[in-house]
């Protein structure tokens, strides 16, 4: 977001024996009623919505919405200054970022990621993504401090 913080919101969906369903096999209908909630629950009172992009993981579908300009006044001195501490990885695919959001190489998908399997599945679809550092995306995480 362009050094602005973010909310993130993050949704998981599972069977009725706990286990995980991939966000790639998700319904448009479920993608929708998730954004849905996340919109009503999460996030109705709290950032700049013109500021915003949504993406999935394998295992999660998730909104990073930057702060406003007031959140960002209310920050402790200094917090703009202290540096990136575990970045999360890339995204597996970008759903969507409003005309204002910055379309910033860190926040791309890897283009060859290793897929390390989720711990505790054996789901082919349950995968992390280990960027391969090689490509744009990658270096551009490795650059601010994303693990």
């Given amino acids: 977001m362009s050094g ?6 993050s949704m998981t969906r599972r ?5 995980i369903i991939p966000t790639g096999r998700w319904s448009p209908a479920q993608m929708r009623a998730a954004r849905k909630t996340i919109y009503e629950r999460v996030l109705a009172m709290v950032g700049d919505e013109t500021r915003e992009r949504g993406f999935r993981m394998n295992a999660t579908f998730c909104v990073h919405r930057a702060l406003s300009d007031a959140e960002i006044a209310a920050l402790p001195d200094g917090w703009m ?6 970045v999360a990885g890339g995204p597996i695919e970008v759903l969507w970022r409003t005309p204002l959001t ?12 290793t897929r390390q399997p989720l711990p505790g599945t054996l789901d082919p ?4 993504p280990i960027d391969c550092g090689a490509c744009d995306p990658c270096r551009a995480r490795a650059a601010c401090g994303s693990v």
């Fill in 4 to 9: 602005r913080p973010v909310w993130l919101a």
């Fill in 15 to 19: 069977k009725e024996d706990g286990r």
């Fill in 81 to 86: 200054d202290m540096p990136a501490i575990d």
């Fill in 102 to 113: 910055v379309d910033a190489p860190s926040t791309r998908p890897c283009a060859n990621p």
């Fill in 125 to 128: 679809d349950l995968w992390l």
